[in-house]
């Protein structure tokens, strides 16, 4: 009988140690089940492939999604109104903090989730912030502040034509000097299906546009946009090289007209063979491999932006992501639905069935992350992902009026203008914005 207890206590310990794991892992996600919680997305390559998931999350945990998506422009306008109301009813709506971040946090806008992270009845254990890449999680920090989880990565990359590189010997760029020596080797030569010349580079040239791509050469070049004093620093003599450089390029290399260029203008370009290099986002890579309607599929490489005369890294890195506005009152709810959207799970599904860039860096080591990426795609994002910096946008609170400013000094250098000029121009445009818009 005393060997009989023993035996059973044991049975016990033994059952406890097996199932504690599993315990561990325990999280309510029906806390807040019964909410009714409003969203809003832009129309996006994440919000499509997430949407057909949407009904995951509801049964999950028992709360009623709203979902409401619109075109970029007329959604940025949507949310900008509905905040400045102070009376909105939204829960939760995808944002870009290098785009207004610094503008809705000093409005008082935007809930930090910093302590909603750090809360352990309220943050699942196998959420692991950590997973996501490191410099989006940096992108996603306002002043100080998280203002949510990053959804989705890009990098401005440089992209090629493989089989043109190939066939004039030509050598994949890895600086600035050597992007230069390729454009100028392959600018009029044969690379089009039915042998037509093409162009050395392509690249976004139409006034703001231009700025979020500009901006690898300003730092490659040894640059920034504003400088710990919050002065302009992109009219200083690396500023300045880095704008002649851009204008050089597309006025030397490009298509005519270049300054009239957006990214579906250039990339149509690009895809169309028309076009020996492409300095964009590499999340256009569906644009560039979509059978029906690209020419050069499969011929594509994907590499790291060049890096600069003394060895300064270009690449950017952007991230959409998800906020939370401060007037929410679904405040539980919303941080559910930010957590779940970016869990692991769904990081995986998004990239593996649509080929949306996700920012865990688990997935990048997943083979079924793999799927619908090229190769090196994955290898130049995830490396410029740790290289880069999300300053792709100048840290303003005003950052349309500012890019406008800026790209006017590109504009001008693609047409062969005084870069000094239109970069000092620009640099006091910029300075009497911020000073009119950031009085704290």
Known sequence: MHVLRKWSILCIVLALALVSPALAQQFNWQQAKGTQLRVLLNKHPWQAAIEPHLKEFEALTGIHLVAEVYPEDQFRAKVLVELTSGSSSIDVFMS?????????????????????????????PDYHWNDFLE?????????????????????TSLMYRKDVFQKYNV???TTLDELEAAAKAL???????????????????KRAAATSQFAAYLHAMGSTWIGPNREPMFNNEEGVKALEFYGRMLRSYGPPGSENNHWYEASSIFSQGKAAMYTDANSLFPVIEDAQKSKVVGKVGYALFPRGPKGQYGST????????????KNQKAAWLFMQ???????VLAVQSEKGVL??????????????????????????????????WNPPVVAVAECRDAIGAAIVTSIQGGDVKTAANKAAADVKRIMAETEKK
């Open 96 to 124: 870009m903090p290098a785009q207004e971040g610094l503008k809705y946090m000093r409005a008082g806008w935007l809930q930090p989730v910093d302590e909603f992270l750090k809360n352990p009845a309220l943050t699942a």
């Open 135 to 155: 410099k989006t999680r940096e992108a996603m920090v306002v002043e100080g502040k998280l203002v949510g989880p990053p959804i989705q990565v890009e990098n």
């Open 171 to 173: 050598k994949v760029p």
């Open 187 to 205: 600018n009029g030569k044969a690379m089009t299906d039915d042998g037509q010349p093409g162009f050395g580079i392509v690249a976004r040239g």
């Open 317 to 328: 890195v952007a991230s959409w992501g998800l906020a939370m506005p401060k007037s929410s």
């Open 340 to 346: 779940w959207a970016t869990a692991r799970e769904q």
């Open 358 to 391: 996700g920012a865990r860096e688990s997935v990048w080591k997943d083979p079924k992350g793999l799927t619908k990426v090229p190769a090196d795609l994955r290898e130049s994002l995830t490396v410029g992902s740790k290289v880069g910096t999300p300053l």
